[in-house]
């Protein structure tokens, strides 16, 4: 009941829900931030209560976890708490016997009363790993080869996690976002980690094109008894491009069945959308409340950042040389998709080694110009963006002048579009943040910090956020 020692206070109320999706992501960020002793020992334990007003209430297992992270972690949960929620928190911890508390993390991220608990178990009689059904692992998408920047972290982490905790850490892991940008590769890294921490793992990878394949194959050579057999005993289930099963009756009967089986039995289903769960509205209901239940991430476009590295990595592989400032004029050009980019470089190499000339800014302008690029020539690298620029554009578009942004108004559409600028000048321009404050009115360090982590955060969740900051981006960048 709600408000009883002990009791789970989740109600259907989107508060709760906000908490329960915020901490699993804070427990993302701890698990990279604390010791593995910590993390396992005390981190782990600790459930999300109640959400009210300004207090939060975690629940902990003993007096003596409790004094601990108040003592020695306590900031660090509230600020990561705080920049995920994006509101000033009280935290409480709560001493609650273990068994009063469903361990929703154990169940696999599920709430106990919507979705049931999700023990994992082998079957007693298993195929051999290579007459499983799956497409063959692209041996260049690994973890090692991804580069993180705060545009995938989330998916990474998760991704990373997963395959180390089969079954057990989120599932189904529901990972989203537009073309290029990673999903696949991510997939697949899952698989090679899977199997190099246990080469007798059932992995399969599928998408939905060759599920649907295989499944009327299967129907049509009367072998949908095996198809079930072998689909159902896999340890983990990778469904790349699920969108293109949610528009076919027949395959997404059978999908919901083998994903129940699997769920079921706790083994562990990635899967990877263009869409978010909601989103796919040819799905059954049934089956986007269960994506709903584990844990969903979101792959936004990468920042200049990101895409410089990704590039930076991509050259690497090439014999011929591309200098920096071609990799930072294609980086600044194609913003939304990593894969187009990977095709710039190809097509730009191809060039420079049939007309055996260097590769250079000016042959990357000719050969990719209209081909490529999203925005034409921004050739001023990002430290031309001057931040005095950052504030006023930031300031223009939320109808505000740059006082208002330096001023002392604390009022949330003032304070957000502060946040936005401060986002921004660390984006485009290398300022610390000491100087951001002062650009911003004298602001301390720690605020600005925080301002930008709190930007960060929404821009995970708030679609319509990240379309301000990227068309911001792109007047600035020009
Ligand atoms: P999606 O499945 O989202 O459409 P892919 O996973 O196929 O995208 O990625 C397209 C290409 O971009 C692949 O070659 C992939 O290796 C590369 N790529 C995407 N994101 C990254 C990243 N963060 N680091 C390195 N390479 C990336
Ligand atoms: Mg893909």
């Known amino acids: 009941m709600p408000g009883d020692r002990g009791q789970l206070e989740f109600g259907d109320d989107e508060r709760s829900i906000a908490l329960k999706r915020a901490w699993e992501r804070a427990m993302l960020f701890l698990s ?85 608990p999700a023990p994992r178990k082998r079957q007693p009689s298993r195929p051999h790993p290579d007459d499983v059904p799956s497409l063959p692992l692209n041996e260049d998408y690994t973890f090692d080869t991804f580069v993180v920047g705060r545009s995938n972290r989330l998916a990474f982490t998760a991704a990373q996690a997963v395959s180390e905790r089969l079954g057990s850490m989120y599932n189904p892991l529901f990972v989203y976002g537009g073309s290029g940008l990673g999903k696949t590769h991510l997939l697949h890294a899952i698989g090679h980690a899977v199997r190099a921490r246990d080469p007798e793992a059932l992995i399969s990878l599928v998408d939905g094109e060759s599920f649907t394949h295989h499944f009327v194959t299967s129907l049509r050579e009367k072998k949908a008894a095996d198809f079930r057999r072998h689909y159902r005993s896999v340890d983990i289930w990778l469904v790349d491009d699920i969108q293109f099963i949610a528009s076919r009756e027949g395959t997404k009967e059978e999908f ?193 910090q925080r301002g930008i982590g709190r930007v960060e955060s929404r821009l995970l969740e708030d679609g319509a956020l990240r379309a301000t900051v990227q068309e911001l981006r792109g007047r600035l960048e020009r």
Not at 55 to 77: D, N
Request: with cysteine; hydrophobic share 40%.
């Open 256 to 448: 919901f069945h083998t994903f129940n089986a699997l769920y079921q039995t706790g083994r562990q289903i990635v899967i990877a959308s263009d869409r978010s769960p909601r989103e796919l509205r040819a799905m059954d209901e049934r089956l986007r409340s269960r994506f709903e239940c584990g844990l969903i991430a979101d792959i936004a476009p990468p920042e200049l950042e990101t895409r410089e590295a990704i590039l930076r990595q991509r050259c690497s592989k090439e014999e011929s040389a591309v200098p920096d400032d071609v990799i930072r004029y294609i980086a600044g050009a194609i913003q939304s998709n990593v894969r187009t980019m990977e095709g710039a470089i190809t097509r730009l190499v191809a060039y420079s080694s049939i007309m055996r000339s260097p590769i250079s800014v000016e042959m990357a302008h000719d050969v990719l110009g209209e081909f490529f690029l999203d925005v034409p020539i921004p050739i001023r690298g990002r430290k031309g963006v001057q931040s005095e620029t950052v504030v006023r554009t930031v300031a223009e578009c939320f109808h505000l002048t740059a006082d208002d942004l330096r001023g002392p108004r604390r009022d949330k559409h003032i304070a957000e579009a502060r946040q936005i600028a401060m986002y921004l000048c660390r984006e485009l321009s290398d300022m610390p943040y000491g100087q951001i404050g002062e650009l911003l009115g004298g602001r301390d360090h720690t605020t600005v």
């Open 32 to 116: 990279n931030k604390v010791s593995r002793l910590t993390f396992e020992s005390y981190i782990r334990a600790i459930r999300p209560l109640s959400y009210k007003e300004h207090e939060v209430r975690l629940g902990v297992p003993s007096p003596f976890a409790r004094e601990w992270l108040e003592k020695r972690h306590a900031s660090a949960i509230r600020g990561i708490l705080e920049s995920i929620l994006g509101a000033s928190l009280e935290v409480r911890y709560v001493v609650v016997a273990s068994d009063s508390v469903p361990g929703w993390m154990d169940d696999a991220g599920a709430d106990a009363a919507s979705c049931p």
